[in-house]
């Protein structure tokens, strides 16, 4: 979904108290705003950049590295879009909304960072070609979306990385028609899940020499989520064969699930509501939520039965909308790596 979180629906106007809007305000409703329809065919380029008319809108990367030494790292850059008004601008009355993430995983610590900025001063924002997307000094740009740099420091850290699409982008749902609740709301989403990644990390104890590979997904709608959805659980999982693999199930009076199979020979299949299965099997407490960190992930159709492992299970986002997200092992009838985003564990959940 990923995470795909559409956080900056934090700087809209709140919610009326006492009535379900669905996690941060996401099944509120979205008058005036454009809307995804399945008959709209996605064109790259053009929509590597930002659609204005719709409400919420991210470029969200995350990757699975390793230094010289094995160690395994996490990284992730998230640049989200969030508009007060269906339209673009420029000066400070632009209707345009954005908030940046950037954090680093290792075994033993999490590292995290945000931004927050307006739209219409050149402060965020994105264009299609030549690719660019960014918010304040951090950048995510190149000549094209399959040649990309990647930039970003927070207090404790800092990564410079160069990525390099190995594969096709990947249209999830009906040819970029996500849906997301049995009452029909739904995005347009897709992926590039096969980035080679290589560059440099800055952490405390020294810089790090990394190599991996990135998974990044683009998503935009205006009203995402029914209004009981309370939050959702998005895996993107790398399978040693070749294979891959994006699922999510969103919470609510009865869960939703959907899926997205990548074969290694290209092929991509998309699985609708109940195919996909996640149960948690591990509870741990961290920033005082409670949050499972692992998980039985299944996919019977193409014989997926795993166990989903966090790497460091404290890769709490401490941002404006708090939420889990970090790197995971794979083990079971598939062996790999992946990336668990979770959202909407309240205090005693």
């Known amino acids: 979904m990923n995470a795909r979180l559409w956080l900056m629906l934090l700087l809209l106007a709140a919610p009326s108290p006492g009535l379900a809007q669905g996690f941060a305000g996401l099944g509120s409703e979205a008058t005036g705003f454009a809307l995804p329809s399945p008959d709209r065919v996605l064109e790259f380029p053009a929509d ?32 989200f879009r969030s508009a007060l008004a269906p339209r673009d601008g420029q000066g400070w009355g632009a209707p345009q909304l954005w908030m940046g993430h950037a954090a680093v995983t290792t075994p033993t610590t999490h590292h995290v960072t945000e931004r927050l900025a307006r739209g219409g001063i050149g402060q965020a924002g994105v264009t299609a070609t030549p ?21 970003a420091s927070g207090p404790d850290f800092a990564y410079e990385v160069d990525l390099q699409a190995k594969g096709p982008l990947i249209l999830h749902g009906r040819n970029g028609y996500s849906v997301k609740s049995a009452q029909g709301q739904a995005s347009h989403y897709y ?8 560059g440099l990390l800055d952490l405390p104890e020294g810089r790090v020499k990394v190599t991996g590979t990135a998974w990044l997904d683009r998503d935009w709608s205006s009203q995402p989520l029914a209004q009981d959805q309370t939050g ?14 994006m699922g999510f199930v969103l919470r609510g009076e009865a869960d939703y699930s959907s899926a ?30 409670r949050v499972p960190v692992v998980w039985q992930v299944r996919l019977p159709d193409r014989g997926v039965d795993v166990t989903v492992r966090a790497l460091n299970r404290d890769a709490w986002m401490e941002t404006s909308v708090p939420y889990w997200e ?24």
Not at 51 to 74: K, Q, V
Not at 232 to 245: A, E, K, M, Q, T
Not at 331 to 346: C, D, F, I, K, N
């Open 48 to 79: 590597h950049g930002a659609h204005p008319a719709f409400r919420i809108e991210w470029w969200y990367l995350t990757a699975n590295m390793t230094g010289p030494d094995g160690i395994p790292y996490g990284l992730q850059w998230t640049l």
């Open 131 to 151: 690719f660019a997307a960014w918010i304040d000094d951090w950048t995510l740009q190149g000549p094209d979306f399959d040649h990309l740099r990647l930039t």
């Open 191 to 198: 992926s590039q899940p096969a980035f080679a990644l290589s």
């Open 232 to 245: 959702w659980d998005w895996f993107s999982l790398s399978f040693d064969s070749g294979d891959r693999l």
């Open 260 to 289: 997205t199979w990548i074969g290694a020979d290209g092929a991509v299949t998309a699985f609708a509501d109940g195919a996909f299965q996640a149960r948690p099997l591990d509870w741990h407490e961290v920033a005082g939520r």
């Open 326 to 349: 970090g790197p995971v092992t794979l083990e079971g009838s598939h062996a790999g790596t992946g990336y668990l985003e979770m959202t909407g564990y309240g205090d005693g959940d």
